[in-house]
C-alpha cells in the first residue's frame, strides 16, 4: 500500500556537509510535503508542493530547500549542515487523505 | 491557523483494556485523519474521517464535525498497540498541508 519512498533511512553527517534527502510517489499525486519532527513532539510543515515547477514554504521556517522537477520527485536539501538540523524529516503526497513516507532520521555530529 | 488539541497527553493501560482518544479542532475541516506512529517513527494511516464513523477491526473513529471534535476508540488493546497517535486536520483554506495535534502517547502493559 505504501507507494511513497524515502532515502535514507538513517544518516550520520558532519557539519558543513551538503545533503539532500529524497522522496518519490508513484501514485501520480501532485500534492506533496515535507515535514519535520523532532522525538516524541508533533510533526511541523516545511514544505509543500501542488505540482511540477511549484514550491511553497510551510508554517515552520527552515534552512532546507526543495524541488519539484517530475511529478513523482521531490527532494529535499540541505546546503551547509549543522547540529541544529538534527531531526526526523517526513514526506507525505495527497489526493484526498495524506500518505506518508517511512522517514530520514538525520544526525549531524 | 487552526488549532488542534489531543487529550489525554499520556495513557498508560493494561494489554486488553478498552481506550478512547480525544481530538479537538478550532475550525470547520476538509479532512481529519487518525495516525499511529510506531517506534520505528513510521506514521501509519489509521482512517481519513473528515465527518461521521468507521471501523476497522478493533479500532473505530467518529468526527461529529458540527462541534468540531473527534473520537478514535481502541478496543481489547495489544502491545502492538503501544505508539503515539496523532490527529491531524486540514482546513482547506491558507497554506496547504496538515496541522498536527501533539499526539497521545499510549502505552499498552503486557
Known amino acids: 500500500e505504501a507507494d511513497i519512498y524515502q532515502t535514507p533511512r538513517y544518516l550520520v553527517i558532519g557539519t558543513g556537509k551538503k545533503i539532500t534527502l529524497e522522496c518519490s510517489q508513484t501514485?501520480?499525486?501532485?500534492?506533496m510535503y515535507w515535514y519535520q519532527q523532532d522525538p516524541g513532539m508533533e510533526l511541523h510543515l516545511i514544505h509543500y508542493?501542488?505540482?511540477?515547477?511549484?514550491?511553497e514554504k510551510g508554517d515552520l521556517s527552515s534552512e532546507s530547500t526543495v524541488s519539484r522537477i517530475r511529478t513523482e520527485h521531490f527532494p529535499l536539501t540541505l546546503e551547509s549542515a549543522r547540529p541544529s538540523h538534527t531531526s526526523q524529516y517526513l514526506c507525505?503526497?495527497?489526493?484526498?487523505?495524506?500518505?506518508f513516507g517511512s522517514g530520514t532520521r538525520l544526525t549531524v555530529v | 491557523g487552526i488549532q488542534v488539541e489531543q487529550s489525554p497527553p499520556d495513557l498508560i493501560l493494561q494489554e486488553g483494556a478498552n481506550s478512547t482518544l480525544r481530538c479537538n479542532f478550532s475550525?470547520?475541516?476538509?479532512?481529519l485523519q487518525w495516525f499511529h506512529q510506531n517506534p520505528w517513527g513510521q506514521l501509519i494511516n489509521l482512517f481519513y474521517?473528515?465527518?461521521g464513523t468507521k471501523q476497522n477491526g478493533r479500532l473505530s473513529a467518529t468526527t461529529v464535525a458540527t462541534e468540531r471534535y473527534s473520537l478514535l476508540y481502541i478496543s481489547s488493546s495489544q502491545t502492538t498497540d503501544s505508539g503515539v497517535y496523532f490527529c491531524?486536520?486540514?482546513?482547506?483554506?491558507?497554506?496547504?498541508?496538515?496541522?498536527f495535534g501533539k499526539g497521545t502517547h499510549l502505552i499498552i502493559q503486557p
Open positions: 508542493s501542488y505540482g511540477v515547477n511549484s514550491t
Open positions: 491531524a486536520v486540514d482546513s482547506g483554506g491558507g497554506a496547504d498541508g496538515l496541522t
Open positions: 501514485m501520480g499525486h501532485d500534492k
Open positions: 475550525d470547520s475541516v476538509n479532512n
Open positions: 474521517i473528515p465527518s
Open positions: 507525505a503526497s495527497s489526493l484526498y487523505g495524506y500518505t
